[in-house]
């Protein structure tokens, strides 16, 4: 039933895209040869085809009156069949035809309009797959995408849609995902990793395993998302019904006022030509439907316009921290060994044995010994104990992965992990070989990179109260609150918590939620709108939200806020000046002033104005734009590559302190040190020279202004000099042969100084500079 629905919809709207153009092209050229046909001397002629031209304007413009009235709304097309019927009346046959142009014109713009501004949405429906290829031995088959079932074997081709959620079996595939996160850049899954159906197969082909059926797939609920896009009549729409049921009534009166004062029948009929609305109040629904077709470039999809109106009269917002703030999934941030062991091997006899443990630690693990290039080999005689940890057979050692085993609580090293891990609310994998404690690996849910900036942007869109929601602990809720300036915090919170959290902050003011889980459905719905965080979250969120970015990106809030503010201030501004400049047109042609073929033109440059403007929604707000040169932009992402190679390095500035602090073997101390000093000669200040020389200078014209850099640029100096004393220390140390003990004090606070500065400028050029790349506010443009 809702596929006829839908099949019946789409059949109209192709009917109504040819009627359109050929009652264009009817009174266009109507009247066009009278027009002629008046200049030969065929003036009955021409009053003949005008006339024709006005009757047959009448009859599309009686069914779209009485489409409005049954839709039970002020049928504002009534000046519209009044006027055309007073032109045959008194004579303007002219103003008749001219009319009938502006009419048709006027509905062919605005469905013109509409389409381009929901092409983008229509692109997602076109996008869906229709079949897959199930591959059962040696055979595969072309199959309807609903005969899909869980567990079946899929064969990608190159430039085929993936159908179904699933799991890459086989291969690195390269994906083109931007119909769904809206970024152009190519992204590549290894063997083991979850891939969405909707993504475009970049690569060679690939074997998936279907993880669920095309029904329950990502593609398959953003697509009905779509479809219920632009359903609903936003209130700034409803709005405009409501300008009508006053400018109809309005336009009457001002008619019949000409004609008492004047017992002019023309002066009426002239004030009717000016007041034919046409695509007049059409122009707030063509802004509204900009807006959603914007949003969905963004790789945002908005279930209707009421949803993007609400959003943009939102002042508070309502976020959960789990997979909203930070990013959902746990990260490796420092691998700790026991005395004389190398970290490097630790974590790669860990990963060898994790790989095949579906622990969401476990992945942390592997993932981060597959990002530093570590050789992994596959363990034999593994043990899982739920609650326990993991313990594999790899090169003939044994290696355990999980709790902390009790021969190992006594241990100073092991102390001060655990030390180190609780300031950080950090998780520990202990990893022992052979029995022996050898390293423990300390993971935690870290921030959102653009999470501040994204914060700061929320604000400026107009949001005045930012609340957390976490079922967490109290103490790294309150940590991520305070790193990002959050108004208020709520920790650990259940479903029942957060709705009744989120119905207190809905009953002072517009509220938005934000969350990505199962247990935020309920909150989503108890919003004011909804938004579920749809490229990882669960299918319950995004069903019961308002909103869902399908991007795993925060920062397209702030994004969609600003075009949902954007739109909303258009529709009402394209309304608004419209009906004013056709009641100032109504009051000139009741005064006698402007004949009725003079209206009709000048209705006509009004409404195509009006419309023109509300499309600029379309391209959101210019004032929130800053260009970026390809060349800035290449130099960001260059510099951002860099700083994931080195922030895996980091770790050894601190190492060294560690050793040079144990002051147990000075020579390994020693040795330490110069690997560090190293790294930050050879490594480290080369990069920060290059950012001051090449990266700086870029970012002054869309930073607005050179100084926007000077606190970076103060950063570089204190690590060059942090640098500098402690290549003084070693040319101590190396003459005497040993560091000195006057020496470490000074030595300790340079290298662990230089730990945390370098961690925090990393940090601040990533959140303020680095995700600039990202933003679709900072265009690029050629240069």
Known sequence: MGQDSTDARRWKQRLGALLQPCLVVIAGAGLTIGALLWACGF???????????????????????????LKGRAGVDLIAVLSLAGTLLVGEYLAGALIAVMLAGGRA??????????QDLRAL????????RRRIGDEVAVVPVDQVAVGDLLVVAAGEVVPVDG???????????SVLTGEPLQVERVAGDPVRSGVVNAGETFEIRAGATAAASTYAGIVRLAEQ??????PVVRLADRYAAWFLPLALTVAGAAYAWSGSATRAVAVLVVATPCPLLLAAPVAIVSGLSRSARLGVVVRGGGALETLGRATTLVMDKTGTLTAGRPKVIDVITAPGLDAREMLRLAASVDQVSPHV???????EAMARGLGLTAPSEVVEQAGRGISGTVEAHRVDVGKLPDAITGLDWARAVVNRASPDSAAIAWVSVDGNAAAAILLRDPLRRDASRT??????AGLTRLVMLTGDRSEPAREVATALGLDEVYAGQSPADKVDAVRRERAHAVTVMVGDGVNDAPALAAATVGVAMGARGSAASAEAADVVLTADRLDRLADTMDTARWSRRIAVQSAVAGMSLSLLAMIVAAVGWLPPAGGALLQEGIDVAVILNALRALRGNPTSRTELAPSTAALLRRFAGEHDTLRDTLTMLRAAADRLADRDDEQSALSAVEDAYRFLIDKVLPHEQAEESELYPALAIPLGSPDATA?????????????SRIGIHLRLARTAGRVGSDQIDDLLACLYGLHALLQLHFLQEEENYFTLTDAPEHATTPT
């Open 109 to 118: 713009l605005d469905a013109a309009a509409e389409r381009r501004a929901t």
């Open 711 to 723: 606190t970076m640029s103060r950063t570089h100096a204190e690590i060059q000099q942090l640098t």
């Open 43 to 69: 003036r009955d002629a021409a009053d003949g085809l005008w006339i024709a031209v006005t009757a047959t304007a009448i009859v599309p413009a009686l069914w779209w009156m009485i489409a409005t009235l």
């Open 125 to 132: 429906l076109e996008h869906a797959p229709r079949s897959a």
């Open 167 to 177: 799991e890459i079996l086989n291969t690195v595939a390269v994906l083109d995902e």
């Open 455 to 460: 914060i700061r942007r929320l604000r400026q």
């Open 361 to 367: 630690l476990a992945e942390a693990i592997v993932a």
């Open 229 to 234: 896009a632009g359903a609903e009549n936003a």
